[in-house]
């Protein structure tokens, strides 16, 4: 299936923004794919008999970002960037609440070479990337929101830098640094 343009969506999220509940009538499906994909995703890597499914992590999301009414959307990337952000915020709520930190003794390594398919490694500890990546924020904030969208969010080199307003060559910098930082961070946590 193809994915919407990234106008039709930007157009509808504007609309939705200004109260045309039609428009957000519209939008579900155009972005419900994209979003179950990207969930998808993260959901590869954690346990088997997970009782949260990828499928209650969009509704999840989806709930949230209905009561996000105070949002100016200014794009699609945008969309899928916040979308991101709050499927990270779910995950590593329900891991914090399951207490998968107190049972993991010894946090896996986690490798962040393959860019967004890291995802997919089945014992990925989202607690101890969370506390890294909030690490990371506190000191260069940028570099953070440029692993949250690439990990969490699937978003390209060229979507995450129209999110953030940076040039490509300001992301693929931030990406490999911040990757080193957080290899570091993981490594020190063992």
Not at 3 to 22: F, I, N, R
Not at 61 to 74: A, G, R, S
Not at 120 to 131: F, G, R, S
Request: net charge negative.
């Amino acid at each position: 299936m193809d994915l919407p343009s990234a106008h039709d969506v930007t157009q509808l999220l504007k609309a939705w923004t200004t109260g045309d509940e039609q428009a957000l009538e519209k939008l579900t499906p155009l972005v419900y794919e994209q979003l179950h994909r990207i969930a998808q995703r993260c959901m590869a890597g954690e346990r088997s008999g997970h009782t949260l499914q990828t499928t209650a992590l969009v509704n999840e999301v989806y709930l949230q970002l209905v009561d996000c009414e105070q949002i100016n959307w200014q794009d699609r990337a945008h969309f899928f960037a916040v979308s991101a952000q709050l499927m990270r915020r779910i995950l590593i709520d329900f891991a914090r609440s399951r207490g998968y930190q107190k049972r993991g003794g010894s946090t896996p390594h986690l490798s962040l070479d393959e860019a967004p398919s890291v995802c997919n490694e089945p014992d990925t500890n989202l607690v101890a990337l969370d506390d890294a990546l909030n690490a990371l924020a506190a000191v260069d904030g940028r570099k953070s929101k440029v692993v949250e969208l690439r990990f969490f969010g699937g978003l390209s080199i060229e979507e995450t830098a129209e999110v953030l307003g940076v040039s490509i060559e300001t992301v693929v910098r931030d990406w490999r640094l911040a990757k080193v930082w957080l290899l570091r961070e993981l490594s020190e946590a063992n």
